[in-house]
């Protein structure tokens, strides 16, 4: 673990070297596991913030292709470096897409009131300003809001089921009922929790023992063999779990 451990911190290193030619970069930042104390090497993504002082141009998008691609040859963690590039002068408007690597690829997507809070909440910089330097404050009720409108634009048509082969993959069972224990969490006190504790969460909501374990398992090792049958059955579990979650956490929120 603690090889990993430095392996990481030697990418996140050769990360902020090569990131400060290539753009104009005023801030970077870590958010989600990574600052919330539940970062497993080789299973956790890390979730980075750029802030830059203006919006990028093509040349620079290209540039940023080709060094989150170099740092992935070099690096197996840096497939999971996930980072949007937010312009200063913009970082208070939620609704506003950054562009952003993820996925192995150049896109834009918004930064969320839950990816802000967390932020705020770790207030960890790599390098220039602190993120409650920067960024305004996100209220419970545009947190809560952002969750209510997740679960049910999202997550409740996921779990339709015309959708139900989605759920015969680990990342959608392992994904779908922590973040419905941790929006149940963020509604009902609005604070924010790490997917361990969300773990928790889901033994007091009544989610099978047996799926529990098998999310378990993937975050935190070993890793066990999932077995045709088991992978079936377990996708109509978690699928249904859910579904009824959400509905219960929706009509109490």
């Known amino acids: 673990m603690a090889d990993d451990d430095d392996r990481t911190s030697e990418l996140l290193d050769c990360f902020l070297t090569v990131l400060g030619p290539a753009v104009p ?3 970077l930042w870590a958010h989600g596991s990574l600052v919330m104390g539940d970062y497993q090497p080789g299973r956790s993504d890390l979730d980075m913030i750029a802030v830059v002082d203006a919006e990028l141009n093509r040349r620079q998008k290209d540039e940023v292709t080709r060094l989150h691609r170099r ?11 996930h980072c949007s590039y937010l312009v200063r002068s913009r970082l208070a408007d939620t609704a506003l897409r950054h562009v952003t690597f993820a996925h192995g690829q150049l ?13 705020l909440t770790g207030d960890r910089a790599l390098y220039g300003p602190s993120p409650a330097e ?20 999202y997550w409740r048509p996921a779990t339709d089921r ?13 994904l779908g009922p922590v973040t419905l224990a941790r929006a149940a969490v ?3 006190d609005g604070q924010l929790i790490t997917k361990g504790a969300a773990l928790e969460v889901l033994a007091e909501l ?10 378990r398992a993937r975050r935190y090792g070993p890793e066990r063999p999932v077995s045709w049958g088991w992978r079936l059955r377990r ?3 978690a699928r249904r779990f859910v579904r009824a979650g959400i509905d219960r956490t929706l009509a109490g929120a």
Not at 134 to 153: I, S, W
Not at 206 to 215: F, K, S, V
């Open 25 to 27: 970069l005023v801030a």
């Open 71 to 81: 740092l992935i040859e070099e690096f197996p963690q840096a497939k999971s470096l």
């Open 107 to 119: 896109f834009e997507r918004p930064v969320t009131p839950v990816a802000r809070r967390e932020l």
């Open 134 to 153: 920067l960024l305004p404050p996100v209220g419970d009720e545009e947190l809560k809001a952002f969750v209510r409108a997740d679960l049910a634009g």
């Open 162 to 174: 015309r959708k139900s082969t989605n759920w015969l993959r680990d990342v959608w069972v392992d």
């Open 186 to 188: 963020t509604l009902r």
């Open 206 to 215: 009544g989610a099978p023992e047996q799926m529990i374990a098998d999310i």
């Open 235 to 237: 996708a109509r579990l």
